[in-house]
C-alpha cells in the first residue's frame, strides 16, 4: 500500500513542530499528528539558550520572538555564572514555551506542513518498508502510513512504550514543587540555600511569581496529578517562613530528577526526539534546548533520506551525534542536581564548584556546555578545528555579488560550500554540481576574525555544522557531498577535473 506522506511526527511540541518545519524546509511531507485541541498555554521552560537563537536566526524565526528580555547571568547546580561565549546571541534569551511554540507552528504550517490537532497515536505497526499508526480523532479512527515516523510525543511518549524501546536510567528522588502565583509580594530569590531547603521566587513584568522549593531531606512523591497549591504553601512556609496562602495559583506542578535515555534514537524506520528520547530535570531550559537541537540534527538528513534515497549511514549519524550530546547533557543534569538539591552535605562539593568556577577555562567549558555552543560532531577524520563544529556567522557574497552572511543563507535549508580563497569557487561549483538541487556554492569572506590557518574552504550542513574543510585532506569533496547529502543527482562529470581544490 502506499505510504499517506513521507514522514508521520508524532506530537506537537516544540520539537515535533520544530522537526516538522525542518522536514518541509529539506522538501519532504510531512503528517503532524497530535492529541491535544489546542497548544499548550503553560510557561513551561523560559530559557532559550544561545545555540538555539543561532539556530532560529538560520531559519529568520529571530523576528517572530520581537525582542526578548536578554540574561547573561545563569547558574550550574545554583551557583551563580556568566553563560556568555563567542556567539551573535550570547547568554539566555527568556521566552515563554507556549510562545516558542506559536512561533513554531506558524513556521511549520506556513511551510507546508500538515499540523493535525485532536489526534492521538494509539496503535504502531513497523511493516519493515513504511510504518503505520491508528490514530483516534474527533471523527473516529484512521490509519496513517509513512516511509518514516518519529516519536516526539514527550517524556510520556506513547510510541516508546509501544515500540518497547529500552529507557535506562534513574527514577525520581527528590522533586522540586513551583507555582505561578499571583497577589503576592515576596523577596526575589535566586536558587537561595535556606537551613531546611532551596527556594527560588521572580516576578515577572506581568506582576506573576514563579516560586520554587525543595525541602532538603525530602524524598519524591509517587504522583498521579499535579500537587495542590496548599501543598507548595505548607513547604514553602517550613523552607523559607513566609506565607503565601494569600496569593491566586494560576499554575502549580512538580519536578524531580529523574534520568532517562533511550539506549538508541532510531529503531529501523521509527526514530525519537525530545523529551520522547531523554527525561532531564528541566533546569536551566537545558531540556527544551536539547529536543530543539535533535530535531533540527534530524530534520534535513531525514528530509535527503526521504527524498533521494541516501545510505543508512546518514540516518544513522543522527543517533550517533545526538545521544553522545544528549548522553553529556544529562550528566551535567545529574550532576546539578546533586548540587541544587543536596542538603548541607554538599556545601564544601558547592564551595569548591564555586572557586573553580572562578577560572574562565571551566566557566567557559560550563557554559559552553549549557548553552549548546561547544557541540562538536564526529563528521570524518580530520583534525581541522572546525571540522563537525558549527560554523560561525560569517560575511559571504552571493553569486549576483550582494553581501550576506552564512547563517541568512542557511535560511534556505541548504547546505553550504564556502570558498575563502576566492580563486576556487568555479571549481568548487563544477565538484558540487550533481548535489546543486542541495549544496549552494560561494564565496565567502571570514569577516573580522581569522580563520584557522589553511582554511581554504568548507562545507557547512543544513544544520550550520562543518562536514568537511578544506585543509583537512583526509576526506575526498565528494565522498562528503555523498555521505552528508545523498547520492548525486547524476554522475560526476569526469571530463573537467578541476586542479584546486583536491578532492583528496
Ligand atoms: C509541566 C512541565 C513543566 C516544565 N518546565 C520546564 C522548565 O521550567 N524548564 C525546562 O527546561 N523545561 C521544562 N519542561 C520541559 C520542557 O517543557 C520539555 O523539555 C519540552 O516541552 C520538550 O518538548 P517535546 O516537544 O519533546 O515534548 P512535549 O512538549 O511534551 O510535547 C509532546 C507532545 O506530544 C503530544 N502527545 C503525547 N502523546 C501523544 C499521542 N499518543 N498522540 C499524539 N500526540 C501525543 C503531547 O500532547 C504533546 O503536545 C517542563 C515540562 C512540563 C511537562
Redesign the pocket.
Known sequence: MAADTQVIV???????LMLAGELRLGGAQVVV????STP?T?S????LHARTMEIFDSRGLLLGLGEPPNEPRGHFGGIPMDLTLPSTRPGQWKVP?FRTEQLLQEWAVALGADVRRS???LELTDHGDSVEVT?AHPGGTSRVRGAYLVA????D??VRALTGAEFPGQPTGRELLRADVVGIDIPGRRFERLEHGLAVAARNPEGVTRVMVHEFGGTAQPRTTEPEFGEVVDVWKRVVGEDLSSGKPIWV?S?GDANHQLSAYRTGRVLF????AHQQM???????NL?LQDAVNLGWKLAIQVRHGSADDLLDSYHDERHAVGERVLANIRAQALLLLGGPEVEPLRTLMAELMTAEPTRATLAGMISGLDVRYPVGEGAHPLLGARLPDLAVTTPEGSASSSTALLRTGRGLLLDFTGDWTASLRLIAEPWADRVSVLSAEWGSGTPPEGTGAVLVRPDGHTAWAESAQAVPLTSALRRWFGPPRHRPEQRHRPEQPSEG
Open positions: 508524532v506530537g506537537a511540541g516544540p520539537v515535533g499528528l497530535e492529541r491535544r499548550t503553560e513551561r521552560a523560559s530559557t514555551q489526534w492521538e497515536v490514530a516526539c510525543d514527550g517524556e511518549s506513547t506542578n519536578f526526539a525530545g523529551d520522547a528541566p533546569i536551566g531550559g537545558q531540556a527544551l529536543g
